[in-house]
DNA sequence: GCGTTACGTGTTGACGTTTACACGATGATG
DNA sequence: CATCATCGTGTAAACGTCAACACGTAACGC
């Protein structure tokens, strides 16, 4: 009951107000609470009773401080808009929950000044773990940051000098893949747009593509590599800027889930045909490329089984902190569609 | 330095540390920490500079104990891979960030169980402030707990029997002008998919198709209105049911952000041209309905004013808790394109 | 019937902060 | 020169919980 009406702060009930509600000592509410097997069956009852009537909840913060845990993982994202990040999230949310764990999400925006902010905040409030993305490898504040937290720290797809255990996607090998099969068809020249080379994901992404180059015998062309920001206006820019050029490609791979509308917005807009004019390669959208016409081909990953290998990390380190860090590298796959063809004749 | 290397769990400095090695007491520490006026500028530096030096951040749990307050907001939402609520979390950041205050995402999953875990914890830590979107307005258990939570809640777009501010979109005006236009076209049978009729959203946009179809004197056929499940899944599965009967509708409102690229799928699987076979309206998506070829008209909203709007009422309730709920509600807008044309004769 | 054990419950610091209060030193005032 | 603010700092109590310890009671074995 206690229908205690009105907005705002209101007092709520302590271990006290239950333990005088129910004739017994604050010690045995507590040992309700966390049940504890040291209670007789009745007076579990008449405590729980009051419990109910006044609707406690033990207080988290009195708690974290005898107990050192806060049963709470924070994980830092670039950008909440980004579904790659909201499927990591849904994963190891389903590790998570299960081990009593709650996970709360904060999104940095891309700014390192934010990622600092939320690792300060969340030493303060002492979390039990964190999952951690960066959004630049060569900002020293947040590693520095990371250095110092304390707890166990699970890194996703980044290269940073830090203990920390890391979930991989393997970008390199399906980059090559792609970069192969456009070369096979006929393709000599190949735009690439992606993310920052600041971070694994764009850096490796890059590397593929000079790797399947210089296998493939083609011309190395520096002009062709476009890798900066991960937006769609950033891809919507740099694929028009490539395909305005003198000396055009005849394929654009969109190697970013931000990029890939962005780009594929440019070629619209410069009137070009899929597959006949350019073909195209998207990715991390499992969602995009399957909608348009023609349908796209896309790499893309199981970001979802990231966060259940990084949530699974995490919780092994909560529990025995002993052992090397350890890395994992899950796959990407290239889904083929209807957007790659032999490019034009000139 | 004090750069304790190592995994896991090391004991962080507290303020007695920090008092001892600045050769000051713990009060003067915290009165610096909390960047009281009352200390003297040299005392001040050595305390800043012990805390430098071993890396202290002041422990929430015990600040919170002392003075109930934890700068923290939580946001409730009831899908994190769903961009129409992450771009409410961006915009609710931009205000809550200047003011101090931390805003932690969790997402439901939609289940009102995940829900009332939340509520819960969000109770257990104390947090300052709630933003909250329900996934089913007719789940007593969550709306019970809303309402023992005892701090300010801001609610979007839920009808639930509370007390707290809210955040409405309008839905009913803008599918009644879409059904008109429609009408005009010479529609004369127009299915709806939409979101559950258990919230708000699905609910109006079925009262405003209802209401337009009745004032443009077209047959109000129950059988084309479909509103159950937010989901891609459900969005194709209810599009293919319409668009294969006996007598199907000649326009397609695909009205949740989920459900229109479902919609559209099933469009597409079944062969049919936009706008020639069908017209076609989506929602609550900025980007697909760009992209896709055609273009498609849609129905959004600027979700980051949503989210402005709710972090602002939450701070005025947060400074002062006078007065009466407050009810702010935020216009939808129609972007018209390709994918709407007179019907074909049949 | 006594000693022993096991069990259920109460009592009592601690955890790390903040803040009201106390206190000594300094400088201004009459 | 005595008095009194003012300022900077230290001290100690309190916030709500947990868990180690203490204690009383009942059951049990001998």
Redesign the pocket.
């Known amino acids: 009951m206690s229908g205690r009406a009105g907005f705002g702060r209101s007092r709520l009930p302590?271990?006290?107000e239950v333990a005088a509600s129910a004739g017994?000592?604050?010690?045995?509410v507590?040992?309700v609470?966390?049940e504890s097997p040291?209670?007789?069956p009745?007076?579990r009852a008449r405590v729980l009773a009051a419990m109910a009537e006044l609707g406690y909840q033990?207080?988290a913060a009195?708690?974290a401080?005898?107990?050192n845990q806060t049963k709470t993982i924070g994980f830092l994202i670039p950008d909440m808009t980004n579904q790659v990040f909201a499927r990591v999230a849904q994963g190891a949310e389903t590790v998570l929950a299960p081990e009593g764990y709650m996970l709360f999400a904060f999104s940095s925006n891309r700014s390192p000044e934010r990622e600092v902010e939320f690792l300060q905040a969340a030493r303060q409030r002492r979390m039990d773990g964190l999952i951690v993305t960066l959004s630049d490898e060569t900002a020293a504040a947040p590693i520095r940051e990371i250095g110092r937290m304390g707890v166990p720290i699970v890194v996703l797809d980044r290269e940073i000098p830090v203990e920390a255990d890391i979930v991989y996607s393997e970008h390199i090998q399906s980059i090559e893949t792609i970069v192969q099969q456009l070369a096979e068809l006929g393709h000599r020249r190949i735009g690439l747009v992606a993310a920052s080379e600041k971070i694994r994901p764009g850096r490796d992404r890059v590397t593929g593509y000079r790797r399947a180059i210089a296998k493939a015998g083609l011309e190395a062309d520096e002009w062709l590599i476009r890798a900066r920001t991960q937006s769609a206006e950033y891809g919507a820019a740099e694929t028009y800027d490539l395909l305005s050029g003198p000396n055009p490609p005849t394929a654009i791979l969109a190697a970013g889930s931000d990029i890939f509308p962005g780009a594929l917005r440019a070629v619209r807009m410069m009137g070009l045909s899929i597959p006949d004019d350019i073909s195209f390669v998207g990715a991390d959208d499992p969602v995009l490329g399957e909608l348009v016409f023609p349908p796209i081909t896309v790499i893309d990953r199981d970001m979802a089984e990231v966060g259940r290998q990084a949530a699974g990390l995490l919780i092994d380190r909560l529990k025995s902190l002993e052992g090397p860090p350890r890395r994992i590298m899950l796959p990407s796959t290239i889904t083929l569609r209807a957007s790659l063809a032999a490019p034009r004749r000139r």
Do not use: D, F, L, Q
């Not at 017994?24 to 045995?28: A, D, L, Q």
């Open positions: 302590t271990i006290h017994v000592s604050i010690g045995t507590s040992r609470a966390s040291r209670v007789a009745e007076t033990p207080n009195a708690r401080m005898r107990t």
